[in-house]
């Protein structure tokens, strides 16, 4: 398969837009507290808000792809992402500091992969696998690159100064990637040369009614649900499950190598498995994983902890791969910014909710009930998964 630029520079602008709007915040908010003397629970809590915004905008800016074309609505996206970081290196209060958080995270569904995969769904219409692999590929290190890259800005500079760095990095890189970005999108005739273009997708009949997206809401905000919440808690699950600090952190390091180790299987396998197949065995992984740290609250043996890593990490990799290309796969390019912007909306709803409802049921009810949550989450993504994909195997051609 020929790599083509276009591909190559949305997977910088998206590892730019996550690295700037989303991880920045854990290495700069306790900065910001610092400063102004708040509680560090008030900063992050306006964060979580933050991303119910998020989840209010997707299917607005999901729609505007759909009419104006990913190229324009991202490229005004990376605008009004400098100019809100920009404005957050200034601002002087409560309030302020409130308006600009939610206004950053309104902003950040239009550089994030949703966007991302509009653009590629309308570039490549169903032959769009391979490209959105290849994108997360590259912003699978947003976190790698942007974390201790803050940390030694914050060496140099203040955090406002950082704040104007981050700005500049929409402003100078995201934004002219954006505005070269091929408009609108290309009929199968005008293809790029040198496109690897697949067999054509299976068609399903009577793709209608809001059961095959509710099912798909439902796996993808479950599977969402699950990954939020590890992510803000692991440390804490472990600590009370009773891991050492030092071994709790290298398992931890496990998941982001076999987050990339998975993604890289499925970028060169792409052809010998189906994007449903590749959903399962994304929900699955997910799922052995969960089960596996919960396993540990029974014995507590390191090898289950590096066993959960590993199946997590898997899973997490392909599930960002799969909330891109399975609504493809299923109902095409055709409205697909409206839908995924709506899958997004719900998915965000319940990824915002994760942190503060596991920590809570942690110290509340314990580690063991929190843990079953996380289980029954990762459950029900997979059974409503299974469920979708029966749904729509049977409306498929004979």
């Known amino acids: 398969m020929k790599i083509f630029p276009s591909t190559i520079g949305l997977g910088v602008t998206m590892t730019i837009g996550y690295g700037t709007l989303y991880y920045s915040f854990a290495v700069l908010a306790p900065e910001i507290a610092r400063e102004f003397h708040w509680e560090e629970s008030f900063v992050f809590a306006i964060f979580s808000i933050g991303l119910l915004a998020g989840a209010v905008s997707a299917p607005i800016v999901g729609r505007m792809i759909d009419r104006f074309g990913a190229r324009s609505v991202m490229s005004a996206g990376s605008l009004f992402a400098a100019a809100t970081l920009a404005l957050i290196a200034v601002m002087q209060t409560a309030w302020q500091f409130t308006v600009l958080a939610l206004m950053a995270e309104f902003v950040a569904i239009a550089v994030q992969y949703d966007a991302g995969f509009a653009a590629l769904a309308q570039r490549y219409g169903r032959n769009a696998r ?62 790029p040369v040198g496109a690897a273009v697949l067999p054509p997708a299976p068609s399903y009949r009577h793709v209608t009614g809001p059961r095959p997206m509710i099912l798909l809401g439902v796996s993808l905000a479950s599977g969402g649900f699950v990954l939020s919440a590890i992510g803000a808690s692991l440390l804490i699950l472990l600590k009370d499950i009773g891991f050492a600090t030092t071994t709790a952190t290298i398992a931890a390091s496990c998941i982001g190598p076999s987050q990339v180790a998975a993604r890289l299987f499925e970028y060169a396998r792409r052809s010998h498995f189906s994007p449903p197949v590749t959903a399962i065995i994304a929900a699955s992984a997910m799922l052995l994983g969960v089960a596996l740290l919960g396993v540990t609250l029974l014995a507590l043996v390191p090898a289950l902890l590096f066993a959960f890593a590993v199946m997590y990490g898997a899973g997490q990799g392909l599930t960002s ?78």
């Open 130 to 191: 391979a490209e959105i692999t290849l994108v997360t590929l590259i912003a699978g290190f947003a976190s790698t690159v942007f974390w201790p890259l803050i940390q030694y800005l914050l060496t140099l500079m203040s955090w406002r100064e950082v704040y104007l760095v981050l700005a500049a990095m929409n402003l100078l890189i995201a934004l002219p990637i954006h505005l070269t970005m091929p408009k609108g999108r290309q009929t199968p005739q005008e293809a």
């Open 321 to 398: 791969i799969v909330r891109g290309m399975l609504p493809l796969h299923y109902f095409g390019p055709e409205g697909y910014g409206r839908r995924t912007g709506t899958l997004a909306g719900f998915r965000m709803v319940l990824s915002a909710a994760a942190p503060f409802t596991i920590i809570f049921l942690n110290e509340r009810m314990g580690t063991a009930t929190a843990i079953g949550c996380l289980v029954a989450l990762a459950l029900m993504s997979m059974i409503s998964l299974l469920a979708l994909v029966r749904l729509m195997e049977g409306r498929k051609p004979a």
